[in-house]
Nanobody
Framework: VQLQASGGGLVQTGDSLRLSCVIS????????LGWFRQAPGKGREFVAA????????RYDSSVEGRFTISRDDAKNSVYLQMNDLKPEDTAVYYC?????????????????WGQGTQVTVSS
């Protein structure tokens, strides 16, 4: 299983970006999908997750209300719509496929990871 993330870029505070992640192998609707991020000098942190068949979304409090995760199983894809971006959102963003069907924020619950896409928000 390979994951290809895209959509990152350099934007200004308050702008929006939409990240996409295509999964090479159909995982079916049985696996939760998630987004994580890693800023320079920091560990990987949870951003958002969506459960099987699009149910059970979960967000980190720092992005709640600004980011929206969604999935399209027909396209083997997961998306992250990011609005009202802030400089503290600057990081490399990774998509991942969970071992489980329900959304989870724990990195150890994810088996497959994409290569990451850089998001930089200038002030």
């Amino acid at each position: 299983v390979q994951l290809q993330a895209s959509g990152g870029g350099l934007v200004q505070t308050g702008d929006s970006l939409r990240l996409s992640c295509v999964i090479s192998k159909r995982t079916g609707s049985n696996n939760a999908l998630g987004w994580f991020r890693q800023a320079p000098g920091k560990g990987r942190e949870f951003v958002a997750a969506v459960g099987w068949r699009g149910g059970g979304t979960r967000y980190d409090s720092s992005v709640e209300g600004r980011f929206t995760i969604s999935r399209d199983d027909a396209k083997n894809s997961v998306y992250l719509q990011m609005n009202d971006l802030k400089p503290e959102d600057t990081a490399v963003y990774y998509c991942a496929v969970s071992l489980y069907s329900t959304s989870t924020s724990l990195p150890e619950h994810y088996r497959y990871w994409g290569q990451g896409t850089q998001v930089t928000v200038s002030s």
